[in-house]
């Protein structure tokens, strides 16, 4: 009897953007996904990591997540849940109720495990699945975010060595995984990680320890694991070009340049050591994204101007949460100073959330390196502020050591100091 599953991940629950809730397209999301694992008859739904937007996620997010679990549950009883953490969430927030969640059918790896002594569980990290029978049809490694602090410190002087140290990680949980596999049984890999060659968008997608200075290889995972679930890019895409080793990414986009994804679940069938037959499932898009130019990079202001004039009218009583959300850009000769002030003037009575305005005008050379000079600080990478410090303050570059040490204390500020 074939096993079917469902792939997704990144949900960011509680996110915002450009100060927008998203609460109302997370509902949607997750009310078409329990009718959809539903429709696919699933035997099991793998999270790959970032539940959550935040380590301290607000009461909304975390209501939203539990009532999607029991929901899921009585529509579909038999139905298995492995959830792993990701960079985004607090691994130890998401543990806390393993033992109740259990009793449910779900399984959480929110950090990686350890026993009393402080080593790694490795034996927890392997998950069976049961199919529609009840019969153990495969054997799941569930890899959380995998943290510096998770790694031996002799491993953290370089980018290969943080690589070699995952690498055995997942080599010493897949181990564990097949001395338990029978025959007829399948293997699966879960992870939240940056694989080599992955593509990411720019706009919502910060980088991690295991991000490009080491990304992992698609090549660590060998040919007996029929599937591997991953997480963390928020576009849909194969890695390696392996068919079986997929990003599902994110259900909605969580940036304006992540418009144009095509934002899915995958089901995967699996069945007698057959290649696995993945289908990707477009998730329905419920708030619009508009863009102004539409065709082109930029307009001047006049255009622009009359592209806003000509969206349509705000329904009444239509509230914010149900605005499509709008970026424009313009360029002109010169800088204009009341330029937000002649775009909010255009927008009244129509029917969309001025989300972002960029002025594209070019503008006299700055003085700033091209990787701090931008329109917002929020486009300004705190690595690339280090590191243009390190280079001022010390003449050369910082050893992958220092770096490596930097995006730990950036991982945990970021965090809320929550590991």
């Known amino acids: 009897m074939p096993l079917r599953l469902l792939h997704t991940s990144d949900w960011h629950l509680g996110h915002t953007l450009h100060d927008r809730e998203r609460d109302q397209e997370h509902h949607a999301f997750l009310e078409w996904l329990v009718a959809h694992a539903v429709a696919e008859r699933a035997d099991a739904v793998l999270i790959a990591g970032d ?8 009461a909304r997010a975390q209501a939203a997540y539990y009532s999607f679990l029991r929901r899921l549950r009585v529509a579909l009883p038999s139905v298995a849940v492995v959830v792993t953490g990701g960079n985004h969430d607090s691994g130890h927030r998401l543990d806390a109720p393993r033992s109740l969640l259990e009793e449910l059918g779900v399984r959480v790896v929110g950090a990686v495990p ?30 959380p975010f995998i943290r510096l602090q998770d790694l ?30 029978q025959p007829g049984q ?73 418009r144009t994804y095509t934002h899915q679940v995958l089901s995967v069938e699996l069945a007698g050591g057959s290649p696995a037959i993945v289908r990707s499932h ?17 307009a001047s202001l006049a255009e622009v101007l009359a592209e806003l004039q000509a969206l349509p009218p705000r329904v009444p009583n239509q509230g914010l949460s149900d605005l499509p959300f709008l970026d424009v850009v313009v360029t002109d000769t010169v800088r204009i100073p009341n330029l937000r002030a002649q775009i909010d003037e255009a927008l009244v009575g129509r029917g969309a959330h001025l989300a972002r305005l960029l002025d594209a005008t070019p503008r006299p050379p700055s003085r700033l390196p091209a990787h701090l000079a931008k329109d917002s600080l929020a486009e300004v990478e705190p690595e690339a502020i280090f590191l ?29 100091g929550a590991p």
Request: aromatic share 6%.
């Open 114 to 143: 350890r026993d009393a002594t402080g080593a790694i569980d490795v034996g927890r990290l392997v998950v069976p699945l049961t199919d529609a029978s009840g019969a153990v049809a495969a054997w799941v490694v569930a890899m």
């Open 152 to 181: 031996p410190s002799a491993a953290l002087g370089s980018a290969d060595g943080v690589v070699q140290a995952v690498r055995a990680l997942y080599d010493e949980a897949l181990t564990c995984a097949r001395a338990a596999r």
């Open 186 to 258: 399948a293997l699966i890999a879960m992870g939240h990680a940056w694989f080599e060659a992955a593509q990411a968008s720019s706009g919502s997608e910060r980088k991690v320890q295991l991000g490009n200075e080491a990304a992992l290889p698609a090549t660590m995972f060998a040919d007996d694991v029929d599937y591997v679930a991953l997480g963390h890019l928020h576009l849909a895409q194969r890695v390696g070009g392996r068919d079986h080793v997929r990003y599902c990414g994110s259900p909605i986009p969580l940036a304006l340049d992540e």
């Open 282 to 298: 477009p998730i329905p898009r419920t708030v619009p994204f508009w863009r102004i130019p539409q065709e082109r990079t930029a």
């Open 388 to 416: 243009d410090y390190w280079e001022r303050e010390r003449g050369g570059p910082p050893t992958e050591a220092v770096l490596s040490r930097f995006r730990q204390v950036l991982d945990l500020a970021r965090n809320g």
């Open 51 to 58: 539940i959550f937007d935040s380590a301290n996620p607000s």
